[in-house]
Nanobody, 123 residues
Framework: QVQLVESGGGTVQTGESLRLFCTASGRTIDLGAMGWFRQAPGKEREFVAAINWSGSSTYYADSAKGRFTISRDNVKHTMNLQMNSLKPEDTAVYIC????????????????WGRGTQVTVSS
């Protein structure tokens, strides 16, 4: 089993930046592609960004393009999400996800999920 733990959330002003971290433990040999999702109060969970196992391929939701950057370090078993130019509509719980396949995935079919870290952007 793989465990995922997010960190780095907090409260920032509009236009500021935050860097989120996802740390994997357990059977990390089973960890392939990874992704970030978010869920705002009263809304469905939505895809934010994904990265394949090697880090050579990434994919972003339209809301994240040009502002967010996903990356990973397979030696440290970590994945990051650099978020710039944050907006109030980015306020949500950000959730890390992982899957066994090395191929990038945009949908929800991940096997491993973290509990999330809160990001609040005030206007």
């Amino acid at each position: 089993q793989v465990q995922l733990v997010e960190s780095g959330g907090g409260t920032v002003q509009t236009g500021e930046s935050l860097r989120l971290f996802c740390t994997a433990s357990g059977r990390t040999i089973d960890l392939g592609a990874m992704g970030w999702f978010r869920q705002a109060p009263g809304k469905e969970r939505e895809f934010v960004a994904a990265i394949n196992w090697s880090g050579s391929s990434t994919y972003y939701a339209d809301s994240a393009k040009g502002r967010f950057t996903i990356s990973r370090d397979n030696v440290k078993h970590t994945m990051n999400l650099q978020m710039n130019s944050l907006k109030p509509e980015d306020t949500a719980v950000y959730i890390c996800a992982g899957r066994r396949s090395v191929d990038i995935l945009v949908g929800n079919e991940y096997e491993y999920w973290g509990r999330g870290t809160q990001v609040t952007v005030s206007s």
